[in-house]
């Protein structure tokens, strides 16, 4: 049972424009949600997150959506640069009792393109 | 170096062998995490470590697998009688504080190949 879905297992865009990568769950007990990035032989790194009482949440060039009734968040990059091509994975947390667990989707793999 | 720190960095065994692997978070940290990402497979959650509370083992795939957390710093995850399907890259996190609160850093792993 895959509670968190990245259906996009790849995305290209080209440099200067925006990368939209979309992340869907289902179990409604997740009430924070992460985006990490990982590059090939590294471990992934934190990029940006987003609590349930919100809906928006912005770093730089990074933006979080938040659509709680939809189950859905997208992460936003603007502008794409040849640097932020990476496996870029969403992930949820429940709290409680399920603290220190963090569920994964499958990851999406952003090519940026000169 | 100020980062986790994970070995062995690749480890090939045999069906059935012992291994075990070794996760030395960043100084201070207190809580460490586990998980694995087999190919083509997100990041599954294995087991968490809080200071001195019992760990949240929920994650752990069956009984041949156990991680333990020596004063409250280094934590090894072993893997009895290895099967082919534990074959994965088992990354290794630490935090300050929850992740709620502060960063999860990941070493870089470390890929287990069973043959």
């Known amino acids: 049972d895959q509670q968190v879905k990245q259906n996009s297992p790849s995305l290209s865009v080209q440099e200067g424009r925006i990368s939209i990568l979309n992340c869907d769950y289902t179990n409604s007990m997740f009430d924070y949600f992460l985006w990490y990035k990982k590059y090939p032989a590294e471990g992934p790194t934190f990029l940006i997150s987003i609590s349930s009482i919100k809906d928006k949440n912005e770093d730089g060039r990074f933006t979080v959506f938040l659509n709680k009734s939809a189950k859905h968040l997208s992460l936003h990059i603007v502008p794409s640069q040849p640097g932020d091509s990476a496996v870029y994975f969403c992930a949820a947390n429940a709290g409680g009792t399920s603290y220190g667990k963090l569920t994964f989707g499958q990851g999406t793999i952003l090519t940026v393109h000169p | 170096g100020a980062g986790v720190s994970q070995s062995p960095s690749n480890k090939v065994t045999e069906k059935g062998k012992d291994v075990e692997l070794r996760c030395d978070p960043i100084?201070?940290?207190?809580?460490l995490y586990w998980y694995r990402q087999s190919l083509g497979q997100g990041l599954e959650f294995l087991i968490y470590?809080?200071?001195?509370?019992?760990?949240?083992k929920s994650g752990l795939p069956s009984d041949r697998f156990s991680a333990e957390r020596t004063g409250g710093s280094v934590s090894t995850l072993t893997i009895q009688r290895t099967q082919q399907e534990d074959s994965a890259v088992y990354l290794c996190?630490?935090?300050?504080?929850?992740?709620?609160?502060?960063?999860?850093?990941f070493g870089e792993g470390s890929r287990l190949t069973v043959l």
């Open positions: 100084s201070g940290h207190t809580a």
């Open positions: 470590f809080q200071g001195n509370s019992a760990p949240d």
């Open positions: 996190a630490s935090s300050l504080r929850g992740l709620r609160t502060g960063e999860l850093f």
